[in-house]
């Protein structure tokens, strides 16, 4: 093998990064989900005070929770992830009706 087979080889194995690269993607959406679920707890809390409803933010956290473990269920067919996708769906679906006035 030649130097430049072995740069190609190297680049389309690594095509989406390599492990320190995903392991900073994976931390930042970590870190994106607690900042998410932070706000969504801020914004429910000051909208229950003031006799709101919070069913708006709630709706987009329980989004981003089934979008989540979706993919995991997809990706490692485990049980406990497609449980948590189907309760997260529910849960955003019920929001999503409340919200849009009991439908």
Do not use: P
Request: aromatic share 10%; net charge neutral.
């Amino acid at each position: 093998m030649n130097k430049e087979e072995i740069l190609k080889r190297s680049q389309t194995e690594n095509i989406l990064g390599d492990e320190r690269e995903k392991q900073i993607r994976l931390e930042s959406d970590t870190f994106s989900l607690i900042f998410m679920l932070a706000v969504t707890l801020i914004l429910t809390t000051v909208n229950y005070v003031k006799g709101l409803s919070a069913d708006g933010f709630l709706a987009i956290f329980w989004a981003s929770i089934v979008g989540r473990y979706c993919l995991l269920f997809y990706r490692h067919r485990k049980a406990y992830h497609g449980i948590m996708a189907l309760a997260a769906a529910i849960l955003c679906i019920a929001n999503i009706a409340e919200y849009l006035g009991g439908i």
